[in-house]
């Protein structure tokens, strides 16, 4: 509704108490996309700055983890799945696409319940789920493997790369991030988190907070409601989408993410190892975890590269300040995942913010 969007932006630029500049990151991968798309930064007056964050599942996932995930699909006998936008993320040495072109079995799916049913129509094959996502997806794997155990699916497993929101925002703000001012919190995993895991941010490191939807009005709606908190120095977490969010979030799928998944350190690219932050396997479900079935070793190397991406998760370069943006990485021959991902806010910004 482009009228009201225009009145959201007028009442944002009409709070003069703007006496210095305001950063606000957008943790959120879907929340980039949508602020570089609706063209929103051009709205907002100079002092209110928009900062992407590390919600864009496949920007985070490291580049050790790609590694192991080529070093697995390599192997005899072994057909990955995984969603189409982790294809072409580099690992040290290529990606699942070359490897593919090499001959490897890497098969694209959009669920782990599709992956679930290769493997019981091809018993002769390892099949192994390639999981990346935060806590919104990761449900939906427990629940395939529920499946493969009351079916008796043996042949199945899953590489979880899955991670958890909260600890990787508690790593941002306790190294010191202290030019973030508010956070767009993101709405889907908030619909499964609720918001009592955030409010540390506003309690602890006087942060403002708002879970915010994914249209232009509910973005700038967003912005408009942290701009309050901060003007009025009042620091808490608001929910904007309440169509989407309960304050207690969803408890069945907050059960399954108990039952099936034990909080895990796990290496973000950018933010490197954080304690907790990923989601293993819990033992009782071991015989699914393509970790030990295939004594997979973490804490491989991460060769340093050319490209900003873990500078830009952490909100410390936009994309137009990497060198080889819009150069040698574009979406056609990506260098970085940020711009593989179609929720990266390299690719964003090449599509929309130039
Ligand atoms: Fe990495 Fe490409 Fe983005 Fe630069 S433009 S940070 S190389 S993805």
Redesign the pocket.
Known sequence: MPGKVKTIGDLIRGIKEKARPLRFMEVCGTHTMAIAKYGLRQLLPAEIELLSGPGCPVCVTSQSDIDLALELAGRPGVTLFTFGDMLRVPGASGSLETIRARGANVIICYSALECLQYAVNHPQEEIVFLGVGFETTAPTVAVAIEQALAHKVNNFSVLSFHKRVVPALQALVSGGNTAIDGFLLPGHVSSILGQEPYEFLAREYNKACVITGFTAEDILLGILMLLSQVENKSYRVEIQYKRGVNPEGNPQALAYLAKYFTPVETTWRGLGAIPESGLGLAEAYKDFDAFRRFSLQLGRKEIPT????GE?LKGLKK?VE?V??AKQ?TPLE??????VSSEGS?AASFYYGR
Do not use: K, Q, R, Y
């Not at 050319?306 to 991406?309: D, K, L, P």
């Not at 990506?334 to 711009?339: K, N, R």
């Open positions: 050319a490209c900003s991406c830009i994309p990497c080889l943006f990485c990506p260098v970085g995942p940020c711009m390299c």
